[in-house]
Nanobody, 123 residues
Framework: QVQLVESGGGLVQAGGSLRLSCAAS????????MGWFRQAPGKEREFVAA????????YYADSVKGRFTISRDNAKNTVYLQMNSLKPEDTAVYYC????????????????WGQGTQVTVSS
């Protein structure tokens, strides 16, 4: 069982930056692929970014490519999402997810999910 706790959300003006963190429990964190997803009001949850278990490969949604960066620190059991040049359309609840294998996916085929952290970007 893996527990995920997100932090770092908040209110920011358009063009600003935030860094989300997701702390994971467990002793085999490096073997889990990790992903970030988001859900805006009235919309379906969508993929944002993912990283393989050992951090060798990353994947991004087209809407955030070049602005967001996913990374992980396996020694700290933590995955990060650095969000730059934020836009009002980035406003959503952001969820961290873990997959019980090192290969990442852009689908929502993840085994564990956090509770989410709110990101609000004002214009």
């Amino acid at each position: 069982q893996v527990q995920l706790v997100e932090s770092g959300g908040g209110l920011v003006q358009a063009g600003g930056s935030l860094r989300l963190s997701c702390a994971a429990s467990g002793r085999t964190f490096s073997s889990y692929a990790m992903g970030w997803f988001r859900q805006a009001p009235g919309k379906e949850r969508e993929f944002v970014a993912a990283i393989t278990g050992y951090g060798g490969s990353t994947y991004y949604a087209d809407s955030v490519k070049g602005r967001f960066t996913i990374s992980r620190d396996n020694a700290k059991n933590t995955v990060y999402l650095q969000m730059n040049s934020l836009k009002p359309e980035d406003t959503a609840v952001y969820y961290c997810a873990a997959r019980s294998r090192p290969t990442a996916t852009m689908t929502d085929n993840y085994d564990y999910w956090g509770q989410g952290t709110q990101v609000t970007v004002s214009s």
